[in-house]
């Protein structure tokens, strides 16, 4: 697996932390899962500072912590929003997120790559929250970015990759580059599927919190990106068009 | 002297004085403002005893304790047993259908039978019809177990007389963490508004893919709508965008809301274990009775039952929480 910022995850699974039935229920499904990731909300839960009960519960984790840039609309906001998590989770990673359209919660990819020069120059590890052009994507790492986060569909949607011929140019555009499909994953065969396309990890939330057994569909997820990871490193076969026999049947004596 | 020593006169140690009182036992309250209101958070609360459109989010535990709710404050207050209604707008009704699938007790309807049920809920086409639910007046139901604690002889003093000590029970929510060290607060804001040319006639839920917003007729055209859930302990104030999001959504159900007048508006924590349940734990003599979450009126009456069985028979019930010393050490 290609390391993110020079940190090498035991597991392509990154957990959202939102909308679970509550924190013990997310901790199990962290622990079901052995997610490597956390990610995590500033903006809204920010306002008692670090001795707040949930992130102190989400630290206990043991896992790395990813802090976003969730609901920001500004270059500004995100900024701001990016130096608290630095401060409260003391960790340069921040998944910058910037809100371009209200229906879609489409990325704004011109503010992202302004934020992402930013924070890049001021020493942020940024994984920026994109879509599957190719020509942002070169931008974002011309800013500084060493990852890049695009979507499969609209976040909370659960409608799998939208554009699954887009997602693999990605991946041969940046042979080196950790890339992440974040946003729009509903079930298990999307994971699978955008690790089939050898993507490095899968960020996702909304899919196991608010499933009926959280804790099962973690699992369900965890099972998913391996059986994906596997099969892309196993080099799967091509599609074809026409039957080819597993066993040869020339030679063999044919009755009627 | 008295038997037992309740801390807080929030809904949890008003129900457990009221649950003690009944079966014969003394007790005295302490409370620094002497009476219910804005210093426990629920006086805040919604009111509704709604155990099946909890438990699309909840633990089987709310759904099965909460059924319990309605009975016990049906001998302490006024409860209206009207139902609730929950509506989502067209783009959200795939969020509706899975609401649906988490719970139960509920009829489908459309158009013309939400209109049937709610006039001044017009334009929704798809709904849900909770029959067995009910709702009561937070502060109304607060007042009346006070006013008939002290019929009874029980007092409520912010500087109890001196002398000995039953034993104490504390029920003082979000400020009993100074001992109870895995309780933390979930922040929720909410607003009072007047609509009187609006009516309903039980709590109406609009599905959001974050909240679950609520308004409550409290009658006379007053309504509570509710309210938000922040991973937070700050309780300062309201945000706008809190507000925008709880206007809005009595805004989407009648845009005739847009005409009410802001009352009130009230922001508080409620007091919340890891798993979001009501526990009840013994530490060294005082039993702590916390941990209500957002169900204070669903569930204080099954948590002021385990207290009264421990105390009174040692009889531990399911909120009892024994083992919390081991579990937190796990």
Redesign the interface.
Same mark, same amino acid.
Request: charge should be neutral.
């Given at each position: 697996m290609r390391a993110f910022y020079g940190t090498e995850l035991a597991n392509p699974l990154m957990l959202g932390t939102?909308?679970y /039935?509550? /924190?013990?229920?997310l901790?199990q499904a962290f622990q079901a899962s052995e997610a490597a990731v956390a990610t995590v909300s500033l903006r809204?839960?920010?306002?008692?500072g670090a001795g707040?009960?949930?992130w102190q519960?989400i630290r206990k984790l043991g896992v790395h912590v990813l802090p976003n840039t969730a609901g920001c609309h500004t270059v500004k906001e995100a900024v701001t929003t990016a130096h608290m998590a630095r401060e409260f989770f003391e960790t340069p990673w921040i998944k910058l997120e910037l809100i371009g359209h209200t229906d879609s919660l489409q990325p704004d990819v011109f503010q992202l790559v302004e934020a992402a020069k930013i924070l890049s120059d001021e020493g942020f590890q940024v994984f920026p929250y994109t879509t599957e052009d190719l020509i942002v994507g070169e931008r974002l790492l011309d800013a500084g970015c060493k990852v890049l986060m695009p979507w499969g569909a609209p976040i909370?949607s659960g409608r799998g990759l939208n554009n699954t011929y887009a997602l693999r140019a990605m991946r041969a555009e940046f042979p080196d580059t950790p890339l992440v499909v974040d946003a729009g994953i509903g079930l298990p065969s999307h994971a699978a599927q955008a690790m089939e396309l050898g993507f490095d990890a899968v960020l996702l939330n909304t899919a196991v919190a608010?499933a009926?057994d959280p804790v099962l569909m973690a699992q369900a997820m965890a099972g998913a990106v391996e059986a994906g990871r596997l099969a892309h490193t196993a080099d799967p076969i091509e599609p074809r068009d026409m039957a080819e026999a597993s066993t040869p049947v020339i030679g063999k004596a044919f009755l009627s | 002297m008295t038997d037992f020593r309740i801390l807080g006169a929030g809904v949890a140690g008003l129900a457990v004085a009221t649950e003690l009182v009944a079966r014969g036992a003394r007790v005295d309250i302490v409370d620094p403002m002497e009476m219910p209101g804005k210093q426990s958070c629920s006086w805040w609360a919604g009111g509704m005893l709604a155990p099946f459109c909890e438990f699309e989010n909840a633990e089987d535990t709310v759904l099965r304790l909460g059924q319990n709710a309605k009975a016990w404050w049906a001998r302490h207050t006024q409860v209206t047993e009207n139902g609730t209604l929950v509506v989502a707008p067209a783009r959200d009704v795939p969020d509706l259908k899975r609401f649906a699938r988490r719970t139960h007790g509920f009829d489908w309807v459309d158009g013309p039978g939400i209109a049937a049920l709610e006039p001044d809920v017009p334009g929704f086409k798809t709904g849900l019809y909770f029959r067995e639910e009910a709702h009561l007046d937070p502060r109304n139901a607060l007042h009346d177990l006070f006013l008939a604690l002290k019929r009874q002889g029980v007092s409520i003093s912010a500087t109890p007389a001196r002398g000995p000590v039953g034993q104490v029970i504390d029920c003082r929510g979000f400020a009993a963490r100074d001992v109870l060290t895995d309780l933390r607060g979930v922040k929720g804001e909410m607003l009072v508004i007047r609509a009187p040319d609006i009516t309903l006639t039980r709590p109406v839920r609009l599905l959001h893919p974050r909240l679950p917003l609520y308004i409550v007729p409290r009658g006379d055209g007053v309504f509570m709508l509710g309210a938000t859930m922040l991973e937070t302990s700050d309780r300062k104030r309201i945000t706008a965008r809190s507000m925008l999001e709880l206007l809005t959504a009595a805004y989407t159900l009648n845009p005739a809301f847009g005409e009410a007048e802001v009352l009130e508006i009230g922001v508080d924590v409620r007091p919340a274990f890891p798993d979001n349940l009501p526990k009840i734990r013994r530490i060294g003599s005082t039993v702590y009775a916390n941990g209500l979450f957002r169900h204070g009126f669903l569930l204080a009456p099954s948590l002021a039952h385990g207290v009264a069985e421990l105390v009174l028979n040692a009889n531990i019930t399911e909120l009892v929480d024994e083992d919390h010393t081991e579990r937190r050490t796990a």
């Open positions: 939102a909308q /039935p509550s /924190p013990a229920i901790a809204r839960e920010g306002a008692d707040n009960a949930f519960m909370g608010r009926g | -």
